[in-house]
């Protein structure tokens, strides 16, 4: 009988804790509630004062939430980062915003992501895909004050890549000093559309927004990367020969199965794109003399990835040199209407070379 008493105070007891610790856990999901959704409201809804909010180039959600608490405009950093990130919400437009403290965190949100700006850049600079270093510096050259050959140096000197090496150590790395390397910051400039708000942007500014961008681009790749054991030069070289083959019809993803099976293969990669940077020319045709230039870029003589990147590839291409389509296809053939046929023989791919190209693209 005594047991049957103690074994009920004990029960009573345990209830009694468990009950304690539910209204606790309630309590605290309800404050926490109550927390977060006071945090996603606006500060003042009265207040209509326009505030100016400068966001540069490669800004991170991180960066502008402290910018916007420090301006009142927001209630709480850390509430708004987080939002941002479970919302997927992250791909902000840099530029001049206004905003006002009667507004949510959403809304500046929002119009970060369609960049709404307040006013217009002082220099804006659209960089397309596939782009290589020299056709950047001349898009460079047309918005701003500085020359072709001033930028063309400025990307060569090695006081400049070294200070890009500390500042991104993750991306720009020692691989990019081989000898055999015609461009060390080839392919590192990402395409995409930059705006810069000051009067005079000085051209340091310019180069390392791209290439913060490429660091920012590339960031969330990093553990595969590593887990794949290549590197972010190897990605961003076969991401480029992608980028350089591939048409808006085309599966980037089936361009990168085949440069993949042809290296395991042993084969050259025997790509065109290579051969025109051998030879630094932009042409629509390669022809058979073309092939013979000696240089290590051209896949139709050295077997293997060219030394480095021959382009500035984008997010398709990269994620296409890291997950490549599981085929058997080692040929491909780009048609005049922009369609890609894979085969996965040497016959298939002739029979198709015979029925679309003609015999204009190779001559003599």
């Known amino acids: 009988m005594q047991q049957q008493n103690e074994a009920k105070k004990v029960r009573k007891a345990v209830l009694w804790v468990l009950s304690i610790l539910f209204v606790l856990f309630v309590g605290l999901a309800l404050g926490l509630y109550i927390y977060i959704h006071s945090a996603l409201s606006p500060v003042d809804e009265e207040n209509k004062k326009e505030i100016i909010v400068s966001v540069p180039t490669g800004s991170t959600v991180s960066t502008i939430a402290h910018t916007l608490e420090d301006k009142d405009l927001i209630k709480n950093a850390t509430v708004f ?64 004050k500085f020359s072709k050959e001033e930028i063309e140096q400025k990307l060569e000197d090695k006081a400049f890549i070294n200070n890009m090496k500390k500042k991104y150590p993750d991306l720009v790395t020692s691989e990019i000093d081989n000898s055999k390397i015609k461009h060390p910051l080839e392919g590192y400039l990402y395409p995409a559309t930059y705006s810069f708000y000051k009067k005079d942007v000085p051209l340091e500014e310019i180069l390392e927004a791209m290439i913060e961008k490429t660091n920012n681009v590339i960031a969330p790749y990093q553990p595969e990367i590593k887990k794949q054991k290549t590197t972010v030069h190897k990605i961003l070289t076969m991401a480029s020969l992608v980028e350089e083959e591939a048409t808006d019809q085309t599966d980037r993803k089936k361009i990168a199965s085949v440069f993949y099976n042809r290296l395991e293969k ?91 190209i003609t015999e204009e693209r190779f001559q003599k």
């Open 81 to 144: 980062r987080y939002y941002a990130k479970f919302s997927n919400l992250n791909d902000f437009q840099a530029g001049n915003y206004e905003f006002t403290k009667a507004m949510s965190p959403k809304e500046m949100i929002n119009r970060l992501q369609e960049g709404k700006v307040s006013n217009k850049a002082t220099v804006k600079i659209t960089v397309p895909e596939g782009r290589q270093l020299d056709e950047i510096s001349t898009l460079i050259s047309k918005e701003t």
């Open 266 to 356: 042993g084969m050259r990669l025997q790509t065109d794109p290579t051969v025109l940077y051998s030879l630094g020319s932009h042409k629509d045709r390669v022809l058979y003399k073309d092939l013979e230039v000696d240089s290590p870029y051209n896949t139709y003589k050295v077997k293997g990835l060219t030394p480095g990147p021959i382009a500035s590839a984008g997010k398709e291409s990269i994620e296409a040199a890291l997950s490549p389509e599981q085929t058997d296809y080692v040929y491909f053939l780009a048609t005049e209407s922009g369609e890609v046929i894979f085969t996965k023989t040497l016959e298939e791919h002739n029979k198709e070379k015979e029925k679309h």
